[in-house]
């Protein structure tokens, strides 16, 4: 009998988030029905410095076009599960002024959502990264994600988290000399190699729109319903679909956690849990396990503490399933008659 | 009455994947065509005709630093090797003489025809808009299709002959950052029952151009993927054989359709195209019938197959205009 901490919560084989630079107030109409459809928590990816304004980056595709989320709009969606992370103070360099595009910018986001802001996404091209990189662990960020269109293993480097593109891109190329040639988005884009490696997809859009404005970064309402409509049918029940703060979460307390045998008896089996240091701002505390059986048991229970565990996530003749909320030094029985 | 009509793919195959690789140096036939040979992927190579054999780089550089930046152009030899393996040799578009480009293009076609000793039906551009610009003299110039750079999938339907071609690319650039997707459109080419054309430059170790080239590691893991997605269910052959087959459906008209109750006739009205592969032939027949066959103009009478769905009978025949074709149950009458 051999128990051990699932790689991703619910004993899933792969995990899906998605998020949403800049956020955009375009978001609610065109992105939240679909998201609600199917039960996909989504990822705000905001600009401190811009919260509810109309968007002022002379550079950007959207300047003076969309507005901003506030921070009561986006507290309203926190609500609803979704999560926020920070995209700076201005969108700008951050080695112009790093204290302000990193530090101040998580301290301005947090006041405006009453909660701590765990992950950076870094604006522009990921150029800006290196010499910003020595703020973001002081300054209590869990992870920072890039756009390099990777699949992110299960046991990744959290300050060097990929994300993958959902964009709309036909027609003649926008950069020629870069990418020479019109790209189609395939609405399975990554979704089988995560399936085999059992990794984490993280993708990432911008406007979500029936008339985007940068094609080669926004997505429409039909592009993001054909996306859901993919991971569920490839995920099969074995997706793990949630927004990005929790998978972070779930990584860094499966890394902390050790289950160790203590009892052995005709009708139960008890394991002890150890959690080593898991970080101040690790907002969810759960943990899912697996106990592999040598041999099937009738009427297999889970017990906490000596509490029952009231479900399992999964269950079959060999293996089940469950999801608790972890503490160090918990005692996990499994009972059988 | 029973439906008659010609499966979209070769086989009642549900999709099709091709691929194919521009401009011919050698490095990557070294490492591409086993693994063609190992997951059973026949490929297509195009040409620059006068380049064969060449080599380019900086020559006037050291022997040493040569190593590192010559290329070198497949020779006649390595393509009828492949055309051996079961491949397609193409050319690489190249319009000399813009004044006179179809004599140009009937030139190079003729000079790669006449080092390899097979003809050469394809003509590749590596952009996205010059195949569709030059189709008509391509056509003028012996080239039955037309390659272009157009990540997109082609339809069963599409009567075009201009193949777009998905790029295999080891990295895109900036802004996007896209990267190599061994999986890349092929659930969606089964969704939607399509052609996928794939299309590297170079398969190399160090690619040197990332929205082109692949690693042999990348490449291996896509036709993993083919067989994969594909199972049973994909049809994988050089893009000219799909092309000319999809052509030849889509030219393919039946007249005259007899049905009672022992046998099933029709004849077949075929325009413009030689017959140039068999076609699948779906029908769904009387099901009292045992044993049906097919019995051809020529006397020759082919057994039909269930298809693998169970769905309907098939069976493969070339198309020839004006021939007749009559079903029956050889259970009840000798074929």
């Keep these: ?337 | 009455m029973p439906n008659i009509r010609i499966a979209p793919w070769k086989e009642n195959k549900r999709f099709a994947y091709s691929i194919t690789y521009d401009e011919g140096l050698v490095e990557t036939l070294g490492f591409a065509w086993r693994l063609h040979r190992q997951y059973g992927i026949p490929g297509q190579i195009n040409v620059y005709p006068e380049m064969l054999g060449k080599l380019t780089g900086d020559l006037s550089a050291g022997f040493l630093q040569s190593l590192w930046n010559l290329q070198k152009f497949a020779e006649p030899e390595h393509l009828q090797f492949l055309l051996r393996e079961g491949w397609r040799v193409g050319c690489q578009s190249k319009l000399d003489n813009p004044n006179a480009p179809a004599e140009s293009l009937i030139q190079q076609r003729l000079e790669l025809e006449n080092a390899i000793g097979h003809p050469v039906r394809c003509l590749a551009f590596n952009d996205a808009t010059s195949a569709t610009k030059w189709r008509d003299v391509a056509e003028q110039a012996g080239f039955a299709w037309q390659f272009t750079l157009h990540d997109a999938l082609n339809d069963a339907d599409d009567s075009s002959t201009v193949i777009k071609r998905a790029p295999l690319y080891h990295l895109g650039p900036t802004p996007n950052h896209l990267a190599n997707d061994p999986y890349r459109l092929l659930a969606l080419v089964r969704d939607r029952g399509a052609w996928v054309v794939d299309v590297v430059r170079l398969v190399d170790r160090y690619p040197q151009d990332p929205t082109r080239d692949c690693t042999p590691a990348e490449l291996e893991k896509r036709f993993q993927a083919v067989r994969k997605i594909g199972a049973e269910n994909i049809w994988v052959a050089p893009p000219e054989i799909i092309a000319d087959y999809r052509a030849l459906r889509l030219r393919t008209r039946f007249a005259d359709i007899a049905i009672t109750r022992e046998q099933v006739a029709f004849t077949l009205a075929v325009s413009g195209a030689r017959a140039l592969q068999p076609l699948t032939w779906l029908c769904d027949l009387d099901p009292v019938w045992r044993a049906p066959h097919a019995l051809m103009s020529d006397g020759n009478a082919i057994p039909l197959q269930r298809t693998a769905d169970n769905a309907a009978w098939m069976f493969d025949c070339p198309p020839a205009d004006q021939a007749r074709i009559t079903m029956f149950d050889g259970a009840e009458r000798k074929p």
């Design chain 1, 1 to 337: 009998m051999n128990a051990q901490i699932c790689t991703w919560k619910y004993g899933c084989k792969f995990a899906y988030s998605i998020t949403y630079d800049e956020a955009f107030e375009d978001l609610l109409a065109h992105a939240l029905p679909i998201h609600r459809r199917y039960n996909i928590p989504g990822h705000l990816v905001a600009v401190a410095g811009q919260l509810g304004q109309v968007r002022h980056v002379p550079s950007s595709s959207y300047s003076g076009k969309c507005r901003h989320l506030s921070g009561a709009q986006m507290r309203e969606l926190i609500v609803e599960g979704w999560s926020v992370g920070d995209h700076s103070m201005t969108h700008g360099d951050l080695n112009v002024n790093p204290i302000a595009e990193v530090l101040e910018s998580k301290r301005v986001l947090e006041n405006a959502l009453g909660q701590a802001v765990n992950v950076f996404h870094l604006p522009g091209a990921d150029f800006s990264f290196a010499p910003a990189a020595r703020y973001f662990e002081s300054a209590g960020f869990l992870a920072v994600f890039f756009a390099d269109d990777r699949v992110n293993s299960n046991d990744p480097d959290l300050f060097g988290l990929s994300r993958t593109l959902v964009y709309v891109r036909a027609g003649q190329p926008e950069f020629p000399l870069y990418d020479p040639f019109p790209r189609v988005y395939d609405p399975y884009h990554r979704l089988h190699e995560a399936l085999d490696c059992g990794g984490w997809i993280v993708d990432l859009t911008h406007l979500v729109s029936p008339e985007p404005i940068a094609l080669w970064k926004d997505a429409t309402p039909e592009i993001l319903d054909a996306r859901f409509n993919c991971v569920r049918r490839v995920g099969g029940g074995w997706e793990w679909a949630t927004e990005p703060e929790q998978v972070i979460d779930y990584i860094l307390m499966r890394r902390a956690a050790t289950l160790t045998p203590i009892e052995w008896g005709d009708k139960h089996s008890a394991w002890q849990l150890k959690l080593a240091d898991v970080p101040t701002p690790v907002k969810s505390r759960e943990l899912s396990a697996t106990l592999e059986l040598s041999a099937p048991i009738s009427n297999p229970s889970i017990w906490i503490d000596r509490q029952p565990v009231a479900k399992f996530d999964r269950q079959d003749d060999r293996n089940v399933t469950w999801t608790w909320l972890a503490r160090d030094g918990q005692r996990i029985e499994l009972r059988w008659q």
